[in-house]
T-cell receptor, first 114, second 115 residues
Framework: SQTIHQWPATLVQPVGSPLSLECTVEGTSNPNLYWYRQAAGRGLQLLFYSVGIGQISSEVPQNLSASRPQDRQFILSSKKLLLSDSGFYLC?????????????FGPGTRLLVL | AQKVTQAQTEISVVEKEDVTLDCVYETRDTTYYLFWYKQPPSGELVFLIRRNSFDEQNEISGRYSWNFQKSTSSFNFTITASQVVDSAVYFCALTPNFGANNLFFGTGTRLTVIP
């Protein structure tokens, strides 16, 4: 089974600073990868997904961007953080192939923008 | 449009009681998957079950059971003989169409099991 790593676990950043969150996956090849954000006390919102290297789809207009430089690496970035970017960021991995349509989640990164 | 509703925001039960978490969904698609995830205080979402729209058979896994009824668009989750370790936020989710890329989540139900 796959293992999903997220780094860092916790981050406190000032408004206007850049951001880079990393997600790496082990135990599977060519997965679909996802970034979700969970605001405090809320459900999960899909931000980006990727079906392959260099292929990024954005679900909502925002201050963030994503990249997939390697098959099992997914990065969430921002050039200038906003207060509203605070939240819990979760990376998810889905194996490709019929019958594999289940997303498994990493441990998450808690981001606080001050 | 897809929508998942978890009307119960918070539930508290005493240990060993049974508890049912409700989930109602909306979709125009005839093929879809339904999911339940558990989010303990650590924050990580733990996958519990996936059910496809063609399979209405109820499922039991230990103390957990799921009741899928297409007629009422519901996918309810029951924990039997609840334990303190069951305390968490539980999310119901929907993926319309097999192979689609978006999980639509409900807002979650926070379950507290009191010892």
């Amino acid at each position: 089974s796959q293992t999903i790593h997220q780094w860092p676990a916790t981050l406190v950043q000032p408004v206007g600073s850049p951001l880079s969150l990393e997600c790496t996956v082990e135990g599977t090849s060519n997965p679909n990868l996802y970034w979700y954000r969970q605001a405090a006390g809320r459900g999960l919102q899909l931000l980006f997904y990727s079906v392959g290297i260099g292929q990024i789809s954005s679900e909502v207009p925002q201050n963030l961007s994503a990249s997939r430089p390697q098959d099992r690496q997914f990065i969430l970035s921002s050039k200038k953080l906003l207060l509203s970017d605070s939240g819990f960021y979760l990376c998810a991995c889905e194996r490709t192939g019929q019958g594999e349509e289940t997303q498994y989640f990493g441990p998450g990164t808690r981001l606080l923008v001050l | 449009a897809q929508k998942v509703t978890q009307a119960q925001t918070e539930i508290s039960v005493v240990e060993k009681e049974d508890v049912t978490l409700d989930c109602v969904y909306e979709t125009r698609d005839t093929t879809y998957y339904l999911f339940w995830y558990k989010q303990p205080p650590s924050g990580e979402l733990v996958f519990l079950i996936r059910r496809n729209s063609f399979d209405e058979q109820n499922e039991i896994s230990g103390r957990y059971s799921w009741n899928f009824q297409k007629s009422t668009s519901s996918f309810n989750f029951t924990i039997t003989a609840s334990q303190v370790v069951d305390s968490a936020v539980y999310f119901c989710a929907l993926t319309p169409n097999f192979g689609a890329n978006n999980l639509f989540f409900g807002t979650g139900t926070r379950l507290t099991v009191i010892p």
